[in-house]
Structures are given as structure tokens and as C-alpha cells.
């Protein structure tokens, strides 16, 4: 914990962190938690809590299950199967970063079983979720790369429609600033400017580098 001896710097330090909180936003300091208990399972990578609050996981994503008239994604009844193994019924803690909400209303967070596993790297570690940057809840996206890779070596999960050896007629376009990588046509892609423009020579190479695929271009897997 950083203690500020000089009342000056002291008194800097609490407007920092009154400026935080009055945009959402939180130390990433790593001591924020709840324990919390789930009450059901909405899909890979979000939870309903007991008291009605809806949890995302931070710093992954998983296929999309049925909505309306559109198809589940592949793999997406599985992502909502081994979450229901990994968290159903349990007691939770959850860990924030530097934002806690999204637009939608849900809660971003780490969430940890009670043994201490990370439920956002163990998704990973069973190729049924792929890492997705989203800025400033960044503080442990290399830590979800390495789990990313790992599945990636092993070639599981929604690693299997993930060819390393791709050869696309063209690259995909990358975003440094986003971490999101385009189809080289999409037209949101080429909107990008160029300081952030890197070229990807297929999309194993993209999510290697710790990129996720931007869903209006891409299916995914």
C-alpha cells in the first residue's frame, strides 16, 4: 500500500483516487474483493449472482449461446457447460480491476473459487474462451495470454478451427491500441489510424500476440 508521508503529495493522492472513483474506476491495487455466491449460470463467461447482480468475467470471452433468431457459435454450449462445472452453486470472490461495471450494468471482475482457482484463466486453460482486452481492466492480461497459449499449443477446444498453418489470400488488420484484429475488407478496420495499424499474417498469429477477433468481421472460431 502506498503511504504518502508529505501532506501535500498526500492530499494529491486522495484526489486521485476520489477522480477514480468518480469515473467508475478503481486502484488496480489488487485488495478490492467480495465473496459472493452464484445463483445460476447465464453462458461461458457470465454468472447471476444470489442478489441478482449479473457477473462478467474480465480479460476473456467465450462463444455466444442462442439468442432470438440468432445460432449458438460452436462451442458455446460447451463453454456454458464446463463454467456450470467450474462455478455452479459455489461460494465466489470476486476481484476487481480498475472499472467494476460495463455499459450494460454488469459487474467486472476475477472470479475466484474458494481452492483459489481463477475461473477467467482456467475457461482458458480448457480452449473454450479466447483473451479480449478491454481497457483499463488490463492488470493480468498477460497472466490469461500465457493460459491462452497453453490451449493453443495443445490445440483444444476452439483451438481444433484454428489453423496455425493458415495462409489467407490476404492479412488480417490489427489494432494496437483495441487489441482487435479485422478482416482486411472490414470496413471498421481500415477506419483505423495508422500509427495502431499491424498486420497479422493469419488469426493464430493474432491471438498468439494476445488480439481478439472484432465480431463485426469475424466468426469466431
Known sequence: MTVFKDPALKRIGILAILTLLAMGLRPADGLCSEWVHVKWVVDG????????????YIGIDTPEIRHEDQPAEPLAVRALSVNRQIVEGRRLRLVYDRQRTDRYGRTLAYVYRGDGLLVNAELLEKGVA???YQWPNSSKTRHLLEYQRNAMQRGIGIWQHVRKDARPDRPYRG???SKRFHRPDCPLGQTMAPKNLVWMKNQWA????????ARECIAFP
Open 206 to 213: 493474432a491471438c498468439w500476440a494476445g488480439y481478439a477477433p
Open 130 to 132: 479466447h483473451v479480449l
Open 175 to 177: 489494432n494496437r491500441r
Open 45 to 56: 463467461d457470465t454468472i447471476v449472482l444470489r442478489d441478482g447482480r449479473h457477473v462478467r
